[in-house]
């Protein structure tokens, strides 16, 4: 028996979230078994965990879109017991158990090996929002990132922390969008050179297009602020759009698309090709500074998740929260 954090539905629909005990035999199909050691707390393990339950299909249920450890046992020849690997993606911890438990059973596709320099506590202090961030910032390159400050709406967030860090250390100007004063010391310790008040882009597009302001864009927010920054791109310039928080409508016009050439380049970190999580893993390693990851880390346990579940649903949590399934 082992340690899990357990998400159970009454007869009456409501779900509750508890530290309790299961056994392997429990655990979903899969050709390798991972002795977890670390996870993270992100927006969709909030709405897991949360009384709504939305996102998870049947019950009981283990939270945890993300974690990291060593191979305990497999039936794949690319992994042998001892190697380190991390996983993000594949609906885990939605449609199939996740990381927050002691042990967890996968299908071998899931998988990555985890890259040289990274201990699997900083690939959590990266997880998903990290890995979604490196997939953003991937994309925007391949796209060309044109002169003059990118910009990062969510900054203080997850995934916006970690883009923030990222494209500060290739050394590129950022723009740091946050609602909460309060955040911009913390991101400006990230690298940004400038804050962005979130009223500023909260307005309602008025113009289709306004001044050439950005050389780029990681949009953590959508709705009416992604519409209000495509209006802002400099010519052929990029936005690489993830979260929706700011809600999955786009009040914009085709204008920015058509008489600045610009690129709504959408992000998805759930159903990556193998070789793209590989090398956006590898990336992680070679171009994020540690020292400014390890400043994001806030340590948490299992016990701590129902709390931090309603906290992330609240916008009350920032930086980045590493579980460590063992304490």
């Known amino acids: 028996m082992f340690k899990a954090l357990i998400v159970e539905k009454n007869d009456e629909g409501k779900t509750s979230a508890a530290v309790?005990?299961?056994?392997?035999?429990?655990?979903?199909?899969?050709?390798?078994?991972?002795?977890?050691?670390?996870s993270t707390?992100?927006?969709?393990?909030?709405l897991c965990i949360g009384p709504g339950g939305g996102l998870v299909r049947n019950y009981p249920h283990v939270p945890g879109?993300?974690?990291?450890?060593?191979?305990?046992?497999?039936?794949?020849?690319?992994?042998?017991?001892?190697?380190?690997?991390v996983l993000t993606g594949w609906r885990v911890g939605e449609n199939r158990w996740g990381g927050y438990a002691q042990k967890a059973r996968v299908k071998a596709d899931m998988l990555v090996p985890l890259p040289e320099g990274l201990s699997t506590k900083q690939a959590?202090?990266?997880?998903?929002?990290?890995?979604?961030?490196?997939?953003?910032?991937?994309?925007?390159e391949d796209h060309g990132i044109k002169d003059g400050p990118v910009l990062v709406t969510g900054a203080a967030g997850g995934v916006g922390s970690v883009a923030t860090a990222i494209l500060a250390n290739l050394g590129?100007?950022?723009?740091?969008?946050t609602g909460r004063p309060d955040s911009s010391d913390y991101i400006t310790s990230l690298g940004a050179t400038q804050i962005v008040a979130r009223e500023e882009l909260s307005e309602t597009v008025k113009?289709?297009?306004?001044?050439?302001?950005?050389?780029?864009?990681?949009?953590?927010v959508g709705?009416?602020?992604?519409?209000?920054v495509l209006g802002q791109l400099q010519y052929g310039a990029s936005v690489a759009a993830i979260g929706l928080a700011g809600g999955a409508n786009l009040p914009a016009t085709v204008v920015p698309f058509l008489l600045r050439g610009v690129n709504l380049l959408g992000i998805d970190s759930v159903m990556q090709p193998y070789d793209n999580r590989l090398r956006a893993w590898q990336r992680?390693?070679?171009?994020?500074?540690?020292?400014?990851?390890?400043?994001?880390?806030?340590?948490?346990?299992?016990?701590?998740?129902?709390?931090?579940?309603?906290?992330?649903?609240?916008?009350?949590?920032?930086?980045?929260?590493?579980?460590?399934?063992n304490a």
């Not at 707390?41 to 909030?46: E, I, R």
């Not at 959590?124 to 925007?140: D, S, Y």
């Not at 113009?207 to 953590?220: H, I, Y």
Request: net charge negative; glycine share 10%.
């Open 207 to 220: 113009r289709p297009l306004e001044s050439e302001t950005w050389g780029g864009c990681v949009d953590a």
């Open 284 to 325: 992680i390693a070679k171009d994020l500074p540690m020292d400014k990851l390890e400043a994001m880390v806030k340590p948490a346990t299992l016990d701590d998740l129902p709390q931090l579940g309603a906290d992330i649903l609240q916008g009350q949590v920032q930086g980045r929260v590493v579980v460590d399934v």
């Open 124 to 140: 959590m202090a990266v997880g998903t929002a990290g890995f979604t961030a490196m997939l953003a910032v991937m994309a925007l």
């Open 20 to 38: 309790g005990e299961i056994s392997e035999d429990q655990l979903p199909e899969g050709e390798v078994l991972v002795a977890v050691e670390y």
């Open 172 to 177: 590129h100007q950022v723009a740091g969008v």
């Open 41 to 46: 707390v992100n927006y969709k393990d909030g």
């Open 65 to 85: 879109i993300d974690f990291s450890g060593t191979v305990e046992a497999s039936d794949d020849a690319r992994y042998k017991p001892g190697d380190k690997v």
């Open 223 to 228: 709705g009416a602020m992604l519409a209000r």
